[in-house]
């Protein structure tokens, strides 16, 4: 059975960074579009980035100019490098296929922007 392990959320300051890892128990990547998610308390999980197997990129439009998608299809890793970070980007993130499917869902890793 794969899994996915998200990695790399914390607490970070407003207009900061951060780089979130989603690493496969075993390949995946190199035959899936690979996406990263997010979802704030009290709302619905949303799409934020995406990746094809041929590294051709997908982003939210609330996140374009600000966060970048890679994937490591050696490493099975897919990364997700976020820039100038907002409070109400406060969320769990996961990683996930595109379009999802339900058994890859993980346990996410929390970001926290905050003062």
């Known amino acids: 059975q794969v899994q996915l392990v998200e990695s790399g959320g914390g607490l970070v300051q407003p207009g900061g960074s951060l780089r979130l890892s989603c690493a496969a128990s075993?390949?995946?990547?190199?035959?899936?579009?690979m996406g990263w998610y997010r979802q704030a308390p009290g709302k619905q999980r949303e799409f934020v980035a995406s990746i094809t197997s041929s590294s051709n990129t997908n982003y939210a439009d609330s996140v374009k100019g600000r966060f970048t998608i890679s994937r490591d299809n050696a490493k099975n890793t897919v990364d997700l490098q976020m820039n100038s970070l907002k409070p109400e980007e406060t969320a769990v993130y996961y990683c996930n296929t595109r379009p999802v499917q339900t058994r890859f869902w993980g346990q996410g890793t929390q970001v926290t922007v905050s003062s």
């Open positions: 075993r390949s995946i990547f190199s035959i899936y579009t």
